[in-house]
């Protein structure tokens, strides 16, 4: 079941985002006067067609689903016959070159419309997220030493309001790829509004790749660790433990929060451990020993251990709501704040300031599509919204073959007065194809390496 949510929603993520990239073109050919041959989602061999309309426009699906393209009426295609003088003027190439480019940008741009769409919808509709209160920060980690403490609520990065992880976690990225400190305002619960900075060393050294907070020592703030349903049978029953439990302490070690309970209780199965707790505005400690179990997933070959009890783990949650223009505003700055560092990430890969390994493919997208979707409808809508920035984004690049590439062709044009020879032309699409088709290996191999790993 997993698989096949999976796979459904890699294929109604990219075949949305696909068909409306080609749908922006196909309009604005339309809008152009330019006569539409062939809409195609999926590229290769036709598999279903029909055709409709006055120009009898064929809509197809093709065989290889990642994916398509708009075939235009056009004079340099081998298949083209003979034109009548109605079919001349409305051939791609005999129109201006602003024409030209107009059709080419309105895919991407189509792209970055829908995200904005979506995060505006998304605003507006309210986005729970978990907050900027941190953790506990261990001693002599970045973050510790930057000046920040357990219980810290980040409320503004660089003169930007945070307010949610996800957002602390942004700013710190767009420093790091800034090259530059991260100056952190936080509330803290004894002392008020406090700073705290983070070298641009110390953030220029990070691998942009996975967990970037936690490779600077900030983690989750959660709850106090107090016990939820206790289920019949398991240790924690056996041992008298009861719901509303609040553990203080194993082995003399203090407990935090629940992470740090259940990390004891992992590795401790068949222990017995002297369990600190206050039931009631009183302290008692209670022998507990967890059973041992087999681990799943990573954990598959070790034994584990486990009580069979609930504990509060869900941190601190906040709603992220806008009104109407606000949440259009706040969409279009998301989009362009993406592109951005979409861009920046791209130059420091060229530059090998960034790992290659962050180049993912359709594995690795199909993968984050079934985790979202299973989230459920707000994270697989910001999910796709994310994918079609980096669609847009990715179209752009003035790599030929795809429409980055004959914008900069469109664009040589304007500035020479005349079309980029054919030969020159046929060249640097070979050329772009070969490096397109080298990104396509390394991506899957890097999904590969992800697989294994």
């Not at 792209?111 to 505006?120: C, E, R, S």
């Not at 490779?215 to 016990?227: E, F």
């Amino acid at each position: 079941m997993t698989l096949i949510t999976t796979l459904l929603a890699f294929i109604v993520a990219l075949g949305s985002l696909v068909t409306l990239h080609e749908l922006g073109h196909y309009l604005v050919a339309r809008l152009c006067g330019v006569k539409v041959l062939r809409f195609s989602v999926g590229m290769g061999k036709v598999v279903y067609s029909r055709k409709f309309g006055k120009d009898q426009t064929e809509w197809a699906i093709s065989a290889l689903p990642l994916g398509g393209y708009v075939k235009m009426l056009d004079s340099r295609d081998p298949d083209t016959g003979v034109l009548t003088q109605d079919d001349m003027a409305r051939e791609f190439t005999r129109q201006s070159v602003w024409r030209r480019m107009a059709i080419i940008a309105a895919g991407p741009l189509a792209n970055f419309l829908v995200a904005i769409v979506l995060y505006a919808g998304l605003f507006m509709h309210g986005i729970e997220e978990p907050s900027s209160k941190i953790g506990v920060v261990a001693e002599q980690s970045s973050a510790y030493l930057a000046g920040l403490r357990t219980g810290d609520t980040v409320h503004c990065v660089n003169g930007r309001d945070v307010a949610s992880w996800s957002e602390l976690r942004w700013e710190l990225m767009q420093a790091a790829l800034d090259k530059e400190p991260a100056r952190i305002e936080v509330r803290r619960p004894d002392r008020g509004v406090q700073e705290a900075t983070i070298q641009a060393s110390v953030l220029a050294g990070l691998d942009l790749e996975g967990d970037v907070l936690g490779k600077l020592g900030l983690v989750l703030a959660r709850p106090a660790p107090v016990l939820g349903k206790i289920m019949p049978g398991g240790a924690a029953e056996r041992a008298g433990l009861q719901p509303g439990d609040l553990i203080l302490a194993i082995d003399d070690k203090p407990m935090t929060d629940g992470i740090a309970v259940i990390e004891t209780l992992i590795h401790s199965p068949g222990k017995t451990l002297q369990v600190l707790l206050r039931r009631h505005g009183q302290d008692l400690t209670v022998p507990v020993t967890p059973e041992g179990e087999a681990g799943k997933g990573a954990q598959a070959a070790v034994t584990v251990g486990k009580i069979k009890a609930e504990i509060a783990l869900t941190p601190d949650m906040i709603v992220v709501a806008s009104g109407p223009l606000q949440a259009v505003g706040k969409g279009a700055a998301k989009v362009w704040d993406t592109s951005i560092m979409s861009l920046k990430m791209l130059g420091k890969m060229v530059t090998g300031e960034v790992s290659l390994k962050n180049v993912t493919g359709p594995i690795t997208i199909a993968d984050y599509a079934g985790q979202t979707a299973r989230i459920g409808l707000v994270s697989y809508l910001s999910f796709i919204a994310f994918i079609s920035i980096s669609l847009g984004v990715m179209n752009l690049l003035p790599i030929p073959v795809l429409d980055g590439g004959h914008l900069l062709y469109y664009s040589l044009e304007v500035l020479t007065g005349r079309p980029l020879p054919e030969r020159v032309g046929e060249i640097a699409q070979r050329l772009g194809l070969g490096l397109l088709l080298t990104l396509m290996v390394l991506a899957v191999f890097n999904d590969v390496l992800r697989l294994l790993n």
